[in-house]
């Protein structure tokens, strides 16, 4: 049986690193920076606008370009900006690579709607990961994510709002629905690696044994 792991988050509640666990247990690849690099192949920008861009609304990225454009007279260059790719082409791209990934081989995709764009399949285990504020927000604190707290709580609060924005706007559904998922689970709830274990454990279940 092919089994495909999705993995939605919330910033800083550990979807990364549960991500990276669970492939590893499981003997099979997990997906993030390389749907990125693979969609630079289809839309004409850089792995790193693509990376700098990725799961943010387009109401986002009008009033960033605004600001650019309407800088102040002594700037260098005036002329207004607009994106060469929109967000429903660049969410279409990576949305070609992770089908065509998934299709192939076992994996782990965290992140980028795939639960949501994906077809469903027997071997399909589709996992929201959240977490309170305030865990979040020390997460962002160790890993060196944010310098201070005051920073990190903006990074949290900016994070949850532009992607709701962003994921209402590319397919019509709130991200955090339960429906949408077979688990949802509050990663504040155990060290990280014991939920890792039980995550690999509900996949293995779930899908009959695989990936043992």
């Known amino acids: 049986m092919r089994i495909t792991v999705t993995l939605a988050r919330q910033l800083g509640c550990g979807g990364s690193y549960l991500g990276e666990c669970i492939a590893e247990k499981l003997g099979i ?10 969609a630079t192949q289809h839309v004409a920008l850089d792995e790193s606008e693509i990376a700098a861009r990725e799961e943010r609304g387009t109401p986002f990225w009008e009033r960033m370009l605004r600001g650019i454009s309407a800088g102040p007279p002594e700037a260098l260059y005036h002329a207004p900006l607009t994106p060469s790719v929109s967000d429903q082409e ?21 992140g980028r709607l795939a639960s949501h764009v994906l077809p469903s399949h027997p071997g399909m285990v589709n996992i929201l990961l959240h977490a309170p504020q305030s865990f979040r927000i020390q997460r962002l604190l160790e890993n060196s994510a944010a310098p201070t707290k005051k920073i990190a709580q903006e990074m949290v609060t900016r ?8 994921i209402t706007q590319m397919v019509g559904r709130g991200w955090d629905d339960a429906e949408n998922y077979h688990l949802c689970l509050d990663t504040s709830c155990l060290p990280l690696p014991q939920i890792a274990e039980f995550l690999t454990d509900f996949v293995r279940r779930r899908t009959g044994g695989h990936g043992a």
């Open 159 to 166: 994070s949850d709002d532009t992607r709701k924005r962003y």
């Open 90 to 110: 660049l969410f279409a791209a990576e949305t070609e690579v992770m089908k065509a990934i998934a299709a192939a081989e076992d994996c782990v995709i965290v």
């Open 29 to 38: 690849r997990c997906l993030d920076r390389e749907i990125v690099s693979r």
